[in-house]
């Protein structure tokens, strides 16, 4: 028997004052009453109720016991009621994670809209380019940038990142200006560590998509650091549109290859199956998805 269920069993005998009292209360048998009762002094090794042929009373055990049991009890309750609640408002607090361009340049510009609906939610956003273990490291809600592997999480796609290569004028100047993807072997291409391989450029042109080796003296494992090399004239990145735009629009780097596109990569939000699924991430999943799961 369930010792709390047992417990609750025992506060409402005491309660009516009887066994046959309780059980009509509870929707039981009087002698399934008396287990409950019974099972609670065997595994306590106590007399809980002095017992009569009509009525029973409390030792003074049992009334120490009582008084405990329905603090006990009163706990739970408020408990599974703060439960209850929590799936329906948006209260509390969600941890989420995403890879540090994104997250920069496109979650966070989007947070405050949705705080601006759900105020009693608070954010907890990790960055990072490293892949994350949703379940084992306890986040509400991941987004990757690039390929799923089959992992049994819920994923929901949202709108592709635009890729870009791009380099410096001064470079541009020094080296040349790529024509070709297969002008890149002549090239310091700067690598993304976390691409796999990352000695490897896709590009979508007229006649389908072509895979070109690339090499370059530097590659760095965060996208701002890839971007800051490039301004300094060091050799050409690919890096996500919304990270160099502010610089293309302001001649500091300039597009090479036009009539060729990088792939996009595909995003998605991801979350544990299985989860209790509470109030404040679903209104959280719900506006992602609205706002981010469309082209800009």
């Given at each position: 028997m369930d010792k709390f269920t047992s417990m609750a069993v025992f506060v409402k005998a005491v309660e009516c004052g009887s066994f046959a009292a309780a059980a009509e209360a509870l929707s039981l048998s009087a002698p399934m009453v008396g287990k409950h009762v019974q099972q609670l002094e065997k595994a306590l090794g106590v007399t809980l109720l002095n017992r009569s042929t009509r009525r029973h009373s409390l030792t003074e055990v049992g009334r120490n016991y009582y008084e405990r049991c329905k603090i006990v009890l009163a706990e739970m309750e408020m408990a599974d009621?703060?439960?209850?609640?929590?799936?329906?408002?948006?209260?509390?607090?969600?941890?989420?994670?995403?890879?540090?361009?994104?997250?920069?340049?496109?979650?966070?510009?989007?947070?405050?809209?949705?705080?601006?609906?759900?105020?009693?939610?608070?954010?907890?956003?990790?960055?990072?380019?490293?892949?994350?273990?949703?379940?084992?490291?306890?986040?509400?809600?991941?987004?990757?940038?690039?390929?799923?592997?089959?992992?049994?999480?819920?994923?929901?796609p949202l709108a592709p990142y635009r890729m870009l290569a791009c380099a410096a004028p001064s470079y541009l100047a020094a080296h040349g200006t790529p024509t070709t993807p297969k002008d890149l072997a002549q090239h310091q291409c700067l690598g993304f560590t976390h691409w796999s391989p990352r000695e490897v450029w896709y590009f979508d042109g007229a006649a389908g998509r072509e895979a070109v080796p690339v090499h370059g003296a530097l590659s760095a494992n965060v996208g701002q650091a890839l971007r800051v090399a490039a301004l300094s004239g060091m050799g050409i990145i690919m890096q996500p549109a919304v990270l160099v735009t502010d610089d293309v629009e302001a001649g500091r780097l300039v597009p090479v290859l036009p009539g060729y596109a990088p792939p996009t990569l595909p995003v998605h939000l991801v979350t544990a199956p299985g989860r209790l699924r509470t109030q404040k991430l679903q209104s959280f999943v719900d506006y992602v998805v609205n706002v981010l799961g469309r082209e800009a």
């Open positions: 009621a703060i439960a209850q609640e929590s799936r329906l408002l948006a209260r509390g607090h969600l941890r989420i994670s995403a890879s540090i361009n994104y997250g920069t340049h496109c979650l966070v510009p989007v947070l405050s809209g949705y705080r601006a609906g759900h105020p009693e939610v608070t954010l907890g956003l990790e960055l990072s380019d490293s892949v994350v273990d949703v379940i084992a490291e306890g986040y509400d809600a991941v987004f990757r940038v690039g390929t799923l592997p089959d992992s049994g999480l819920l994923a929901r």
